[in-house]
């Protein structure tokens, strides 16, 4: 059973520096999401795709932020020119979309971000 | 906008014992689902139990159960018989029927269970 898995699990970079993190969404899931969550929070909405359309950014998403999903499958969350505000754990969602509509969304297990 | 409200930081149980976990939302909009996630340390979230707001009927799963309270906005977790696997954090979260999906969810509430 592949869930949804999410790459690199942790990654620790330099302020400035630019960072990606990839996500497989479950197979045949046509919606995929982007959260971050940090320390006693809880997870709070970037972004979402129907198939390769963005359809949803939050205003939390600056213009640093950029995401992809250019075929409809994997997507990628690039961060440029990081600070130290961006440490978080970015968490990725998928879900079946309208032809399996229950609400339910299922989670990756997160890629953690540490900026120094 | 939608907001979820979960008002205890922490809670403990005794193994075996019962616990509510509390949540209440904000909403404007009459058809929504509310969820109960679970997140284990370094491990992915996993759905506890979801409740369509249509249905006046509480969802339960197994030892897990709520207390809808539609005009009250109130969502509360109940889990029975509480066992070492059911420490973790919870949350409350909500999404807008035949939206996005996109859930909004509480702060959370982290559960310890003392054997």
């Known amino acids: 059973d592949t869930g949804v898995s999410q790459n690199p699990r942790h990654k620790i970079t330099k302020r400035g520096q630019n960072v990606t993190f990839r996500c497989d969404p479950i197979s045949e899931h046509n919606r995929l999401y982007w959260y971050r969550q940090t320390l006693g929070q809880g997870p709070e909405f970037l972004t979402y795709f129907q198939n390769e359309a963005q359809l949803e950014k939050s205003r939390l998403l600056s213009d640093r932020f950029s995401a992809e999903r250019p075929k409809g499958s994997f997507s990628t969350l690039e961060i440029q020119r990081t600070e130290q505000g961006d440490s978080a754990m970015y968490l990725c969602?998928?879900?079946?979309?309208?032809?399996?509509?229950?609400?339910?969304?299922?989670f990756g297990e997160g890629s953690r971000l540490t900026v120094l | 906008a939608q907001t979820v409200t979960q008002s205890q930081p922490e809670m403990s149980v005794q193994e075996a014992e019962t616990v509510t976990l509390s949540c209440t939302y904000d909403t404007s909009e009459s058809d929504y689902y509310l969820f109960w996630y679970k997140q284990p340390p370094s491990r992915q979230m996993i759905l506890v139990i979801r409740q369509e707001a249509y249905k006046q009927q509480n969802a339960t799963e197994n030892r897990f159960s709520v207390n809808f309270q539609k005009a009250a906005k109130s969502f509360s977790l109940k889990i029975s018989d509480s066992q070492l696997g059911d420490a973790a954090m919870y949350f409350c979260?909500?999404?807008?029927?035949?939206?996005?999906?996109?859930?909004?969810f509480g702060k959370g509430t982290k559960l310890t269970v003392n054997p």
């Open positions: 979260a909500y999404s807008y029927w035949g939206g996005s999906e996109k859930l909004v």
């Open positions: 969602a998928s879900s079946p979309g309208t032809s399996g509509a229950t609400g339910e969304l299922f």
